[in-house]
């Protein structure tokens, strides 16, 4: 019952999985930032530096990226389902079990654990949802997937927000938003697993791909490419032991695209990851928000932008791809270099009505860019290699990328006693990742078009 696969593309069935594995991903994006929506009345609770918040913060993402790649080289061996189910149970009890915390250490330990339970679900996403769809649905699946992840954070600031104001406290909302994750859990063990590489071979075989022609179908997630790393033919693909990783980690380090979109999102979240953590601080101390018009506000200015963003984003990318290969890679980057205005924006503003229009326009930009980057990814790897891959990718941006940001933020804050100063420099590393990633219009049509021809 629970490992019935799905062998042949049915759109009805998988827009059903689509919307399970969105409703995680936006309980996912709240549980993680119910947190930083309160940071400032944990603070006053239990006297911590901006310093020790910012570690808190960094804890969770540290762990997170740590975690990503063993987490997806078991669900290369086929079983995705199970790593992300794990996942939604793990980081959902440890949600719960935060408010309950009566000291750093709690704290920092339940906030690792946490880590743990997402990198399950999001090194697993991406590689399942490019198996439910056909290539040419790529871009718009992955976008509304990834909506949560400015939606869901809307939601985690609704919940801490309205929950501060209702209960006078901060340890309800972790409670509310810690239990319907398990609920889904359950309900996702009954979704079935798809064959890997369906997506890709249903695309080039015009929606008659039979399971007989999936190589993946009985030894799934086991192929290995040569150490030459010259994708040109099917004879390049040839089944292995799982435990020969370096070969794996060699063709992906190799693929050109990869590299310029790694790159280019490590400054992208060490940047606007790290104002997102300090995002209801910051509009406490400079606007005069309280506790809960802070998160509320925040919340709704993201949500709204994020909600609009992320549709056009995919369908925009989608679309754009029937006239230009380069499609996905385009919408990057100028989702990134008007992220970059926005942010910058924010940082100068000087009243509320600025700060959260310029807050919307960051979740606007940034959300349009989140379906198109994991579509290119996934469109430039071997499908047996995409959690790997997935899985690189998180640790890469969060280890190199946010997992830094709110710890050197908080530190600036501490030591100049500024918390505005501490992010007047984030905008322009954002800036930045706009022009790395223009390096993959170089190379993105060309190792497209090498994995098609080999599937």
Known sequence: MFNRKYTKINLKYAWFALAILSSLNLLNYADRNVFNALMQPIKINFGFTDFQLGLLASAFLFVYAIAAYPLARIADRGLRKWVLVTGVFIWSFSTFLTGTASSFSQLFIYRSVLGIGEASYATTLAPLLSDYFPLSLRS??????????????????????????????????????????????????FLREPVMGLGDQTSKQENNAQEKDLQWQNDPGQ????????????????????????VKLG?????????????SSIFLTFSL??????????????????NSSAAIDAATAAGIGSLIGVFLGGISADWWSKVSENAPIWVVIIGF??????????????????????????????????????????NVTPPNLRATCNAIYLFLIHFLGDAFSPTVIGYISTHYHDLRLALYFMPFLTFISALLAGGALLTYAKEKHKILKII
């Open 337 to 378: 270099f008007l992220s970059a205005f926005f942010a910058y924006g924010a940082v100068i503003s000087k009243t509320k009505h600025e700060v959260l229009w310029c807050i919307g326009g960051v979740a606007f930009f940034q959300m349009a860019t989140n379906g198109p980057i994991l579509a290119a990814m996934m």
């Open 251 to 263: 063709i992906l380090f190799q693929t050109k695209t990869l590299l310029w979109l790694f790159v």
């Open 273 to 290: 990851g790290g104002m997102l953590v300090w995002l209801t601080p910051f509009l406490q101390r400079y606007f005069g928000f309280s």
């Open 140 to 189: 718009t699946a992955l976008g509304i997937a990834n909506a949560p992840l400015g939606i869901g954070t809307g939601l985690g600031y609704y919940i801490a927000g309205i929950s501060h104001h209702v209960f006078g406290g901060w340890r309800k909302a972790f409670y509310i938003v810690g239990v319907p994750g398990v609920i889904l859990g359950f309900i996702t063990l």
């Open 223 to 246: 192929i290995k490419l040569k150490e030459t790393g010259a994708l040109e033919n099917q004879n390049d693909i040839e089944v292995i032991s799982q435990q020969n990783i370096f």
